[in-house]
């Protein structure tokens, strides 16, 4: 009998599930992830299944890991502070891709180098600038991203800088070349800042719960599940943590498909932080032809082709002030739930919305809270941060008691974006709490947070709501619309019939007026063509609804709401690796290998030393991440011109494919 144990880190929850023989569930648990140190939630999650499933854990085979920390950071904007040493681009090039917003205020430096098209050295590589700038800026980042002009044609200089970087500072440097084998510096720039914020946290997660682990007696190998929805060693993923952004999404469509047996349906998983669709068609995951899409950021990554939308359970509540009715939005920030938070700090948390409660008007941060992350070190904080931090203590506070000016805010935000505070206020899991949907935290605190929300004032002065009960059925009502606007962007997005942008055919009042069956002068009837497969623990509060408003069935599964950990373990060893073959001169063939270019006289030849090398790369990426039984596969796209009536070479690219199942610990 082989047991295995699947974990999957949300925003809100970590879940576990133990499965025997790839078949059988036997048990789940639930904790509430501990933000302050991962590994704690993780510890209480799977101490809560080993008891429940009656299993030693030496008889744990296989440990698999789905986290959304990645993909929730990056929508979040959170991570560490970096650097982008960008060679042999020009200054315009930060603003390509999104590249100088990914940087945000980071520091970067545009320096000589890079090659040609072809692989040759376009300008010599500046050292003497590289190392002035990592002596102003080493103390000052976590990590360095490096980014060279062709670096896919030959990784020189990216490699060059990378060992300079380690000598000179011991940050951990993330090379462009490594993430991605395709052309577009930019774009392999953008990939290369966000692997090189994520680093530390990521690496953090797992160095945590593999230890975690350990305490708990299990010392079967810990996989972690990639964009894709395939596993690789977890040593693999802290070296290439962007690699697992949409982890936790694609562990839910391995998991939805292992649930179901579906061949055919959209996936909607619903998190704290967000809600995320893709499509199952004919039993498999579509991967994202143009690299995966998170927050905001198209990066190189392969990754399933999934929408993510900054909509959970947990989202931020916002008064729409707009128009005389006025209403509310949600997302795409998280925030604690304020009942959560008086779960933690119950007789701060009610005696100060009890309070502000009685003033005559509600006060600009009222039925907000704030507090540090316990135990997480804050570096590099500028005079105002730092004042925050100290006047926050290890207490949760009333925000009023911390801002004392509106300049603070600013910085409170920033805070915020690096995961150190924590900002509790108004979010749909009150507003179940108060509809009795949900009855896990403090109701009464929800309760009262959701009265003082119904007294803010519309665009006409009229009351938002005529108390905490109208509000919480407006706030549940506009969770359920977001999410029906979400899954027709997912399928606008997937219906090759459309070329028009997702959104604006999922808003538009056609499309609208056809999901509730107009039927005038014109008859209109619109919906989806397949069944939503609901997942996440909330998936049973509020997605029946959604089901009903796109006409379509809606399959809420027995296990949905542990359904990433169950892919998490459902998933197989998967790695691919890339490359190219150029011709630079009639009779010259060049091989683009990563210890640089290699010419051939013969195409035939240079794309069977490529396809040698890329063999033993994914082979040898494969069986350092635990897989067995490896099955190779090898794709050839070559293109070629027609000239004075022959066929001339231009390019060659090969992808290898290496897969195996995951090696098992002896019991």
């Given amino acids: 009998m082989a047991v295995t144990l699947g974990i999957d880190t949300g925003g809100t929850y970590t879940d576990a599930v133990m499965i025997r023989d790839d078949r059988i569930v036997l048990a789940t648990a639930k904790s509430l992830t501990t933000r302050q140190d991962l590994a704690v939630g993780v510890g209480n999650a799977v101490e809560a299944v080993l008891a429940e499933a009656k299993i030693a854990p030496s008889e744990v085979a296989m440990a698999a890991l789905s986290t959304t920390l990645a993909t929730n950071a990056l929508v979040e904007g959170q991570g560490g502070r970096v650097a982008l040493i960008y060679i042999g681009f020009r200054e315009a090039d930060l603003s390509r891709h999104g590249l100088r917003d990914a ?60 060992d300079l970087v380690r000598v000179r500072t011991g940050l951990p440097v993330t090379c462009s070349h490594h993430l991605s084998a395709r052309l577009n510096g930019p774009k392999r720039a953008v990939t290369a800042v966000l692997n090189a914020r994520l680093i530390g946290m990521i690496d953090a997660l797992i160095g945590r719960a593999e230890t975690r682990l350990r ?28 690699e697992t952004i949409l982890s936790g999404p694609a562990a839910s469509i391995v998991g939805a498909r292992w649930l179901t047996g579906a061949s055919d349906a959209l996936v909607s998983d619903i998190g704290g932080t967000t809600t995320d669709v893709a ?37 931020e509540v916002h008064l729409n002030a707009s128009g005389l009715a006025g209403g509310v939005t949600l997302g795409p920030r998280r925030l604690v739930p304020v009942s959560l938070m008086a779960a933690v700090a119950p007789d701060l948390v009610l005696s100060t919305l009890e309070r502000q409660l009685a003033a005559s008007a509600p006060g600009e941060m009222d039925g907000r809270f704030v507090r540090r992350v316990p135990n997480l070190p804050a570096r590099g904080l500028d005079q105002r941060e730092q004042k925050l931090i100290d006047r926050m203590g290890a207490d949760v ?16 935000g920033r805070l915020r974006d690096r995961g150190l505070v924590q900002i509790a206020g108004v979010t749909p899991s009150d507003a179940a709490h108060v509809l009795g949907l949900l009855d896990t935290w403090d109701r009464q605190a929800a309760d009262l947070v959701l009265e003082q929300f119904s007294r803010r004032r519309t665009g006409s002065g009229d009351r938002l709501a005529q108390g905490s009960q109208m509000l919480a ?59 939503v497969i609901g997942l996440g623990a909330s998936a049973a509060t509020y997605y029946p609804a959604v089901g009903e408003g796109l006409g379509s069935p809606m399959i809420l599964p027995e296990h949905g709401d542990v359904a990433n950990a169950i892919g998490a373990v459902a ?28 010419d051939l006289p013969d195409s035939e030849g240079a794309m069977s030393l490529l396809e040698e090398r890329l063999r033993h790369e994914a082979e040898s990426a494969v069986q350092a991440a635990g897989a067995l039984d490896i099955e190779t596969t090898v794709s050839r796209d070559v293109r070629k011109a027609h000239a004075e009536g022959r066929e001339i070479f231009v390019e060659a690219i090969l992808t290898v494919e290496a897969s195996g199942r995951p090696r098992m610990a002896k019991g």
């Fill in 279 to 315: 499509l199952i068609k004919d039993g498999r995951p579509a991967i994202d032809p143009n690299g995966a899409r998170v927050g905001g950021f198209r990066t190189m990554v392969e990754a399933v082709a999934m929408r993510t939308t900054g909509l959970g359970g947990d989202s």
């Fill in 215 to 242: 305490e708990l007696g299990i010392t079967a190998p810990m996989m972690v599940v990639r964009g894709d929805g395939a596993l690789m060693s977890s040593a693999q993923a802290r070296f290439r943590p962007i």
């Fill in 103 to 162: 940087l945000k205020d980071d520091p970067c430096l545009v320096a000589t180098g890079g090659h040609t098209h072809a692989g040759s050295e376009a300008a010599p590589l500046d050292l003497d600038a590289i190392s002035a700038f990592l002596e102003t800026i080493s103390s000052k980042v976590t990590g360095i991203a490096v980014a060279a002009q062709f670096a896919t044609r030959n990784p020189e200089h990216e490699l060059a800088v990378a």
């Fill in 473 to 531: 059925e407006r706030i549940v009502r506009q969770l359920q619309l977001q999410t029906e606007l979400a899954v027709l962007e997912a399928g606008f997005g997937e219906d090759p019939m459309f070329d028009e942008d997702p959104a604006v055919l999922a808003r538009h009042v056609l499309m609208q007026r056809g999901l509730e069956g107009h039927a005038g002068v014109i008859r209109i009837n619109a919906g989806l063509n397949l069944p």
């Fill in 397 to 412: 506070h009333p925000l009023a008691e911390i801002i004392k000016t509106r300049v603070e805010l600013g910085a409170l």
């Fill in 571 to 598: 998933g197989r060893v998967t790695m691919r690796r890339s490359g190219s073959v150029t011709a630079p001169a009639e009779g010259r063939y060049r091989v683009h290998l990563t210890d640089g270019p290699q």
